[in-house]
């Protein structure tokens, strides 16, 4: 199994900035993609980036510009660095990871993401 537990969200003023971590742990291997994706209530769990084993990273064109998805590998931690929130980021994130090595047309599709945290919660006060 492999687990992933996520950290540093919290409460931020518009145009803050914060930085969320995904720490992964057991069979976890450095070859996977693994990407964030973010569900605010009543709506439906959304893609935000992903990155694959190369580095090759994508994002949604709502984060384009703002976000930025890197990773440590030495660690096996994924880092999300949110710059210039709104209010509209306001959302549960969640970390995940898919045994992909590769960024395909989908990866910011929830169904092909096999492992996934718990998720910490991010709110962006106007």
């Known amino acids: 199994q492999v687990q992933l537990v996520e950290s540093g969200g919290g409460s931020v003023q518009a145009g803050g900035s914060l930085r969320l971590s995904c720490a992964a742990s057991?069979?976890?291997?450095?070859?996977?993609?693994m990407g964030w994706f973010r569900q605010a209530p009543g709506k439906e769990r959304e893609g935000v980036a992903a990155?694959?084993?190369?580095?090759?990273?994508r994002y949604a064109d709502s984060v384009k510009g703002r976000f930025t998805i890197s990773k440590d590998n030495a660690k096996n931690t994924l880092y999300l660095q949110m710059n210039s929130l709104k209010p509209e980021d306001t959302a549960m994130y969640y970390c995940?990871?898919?045994?992909?090595?590769?960024?395909?047309?989908?990866?910011?599709?929830?169904?092909?993401?096999?492992?996934w945290g718990r998720g910490t919660q991010v709110t962006v006060s106007p």
């Open positions: 995940a990871a898919t045994r992909e090595p590769q960024l395909t047309s989908s990866s910011l599709l929830a169904e092909k993401y096999d492992f």
């Open positions: 057991g069979y976890f291997d450095s070859q996977y993609s």
């Open positions: 990155i694959d084993s190369d580095g090759s990273t």
